[in-house]
């Protein structure tokens, strides 16, 4: 028996996809991996850095206050202490803000950071209204930072 040749013609595409969708179908499924668990100093940072970002310094600095309490000497410790200053700085509180940039620099003496809070420092004198000490902030800053971004 003689098959009509368009018949076939139009039965390999059909039989070709019908194979490819086996074959596609037979693949291993990917594996979806959860997101791993934070520890519960990353859980507290994380929360803190969040509201941090939304604007929510309240919440924000309870949270930083309660890390530092918890995790002295945490991975997150010194940006904990940075941010507590910044959210003094932006409540006008510039007593409190150099209070603990002071006390960054005492815990991290030599940190990749310290031009940053020295520059912050010298930022607060001035809005404090100790412009002497502003200025002298300043120029020890230029002497230990000569190439420094900030200038």
Request: hydrophobic share 40%; proline share 8%; aromatic share 14%.
């Amino acid at each position: 028996m003689k098959f009509p040749l368009g018949l076939a013609y139009r039965a390999i595409p059909v039989i070709l996809a019908g194979m490819a969708l086996f074959a596609l179908a037979c693949q291993p499924k990917a594996r979806v991996e959860k997101p791993p668990q934070l520890t519960p100093d990353e859980a507290l940072f994380s929360s803190a850095e969040s509201d941090f970002g939304a604007g929510n310094y309240a919440r924000a600095m309870k949270a930083y206050e309660r890390y530092l309490e918890h995790f002295p000497k945490g991975p997150n410790a010194k940006t904990a202490l940075y941010r507590i200053s910044q959210i003094f700085t932006y409540g006008y509180d510039y007593e409190k803000a150099l209070a603990a940039l002071k006390n960054f620099l005492r815990e991290y003496p030599g940190d990749p950071q310290a031009s940053v809070v020295e520059y912050d420092m010298a930022r607060l004198y001035y809005r404090l209204g100790d412009y002497e000490r502003s200025r002298l902030t300043a120029i020890e800053w230029i002497g230990r930072y000569p190439d420094h971004p900030h200038l």
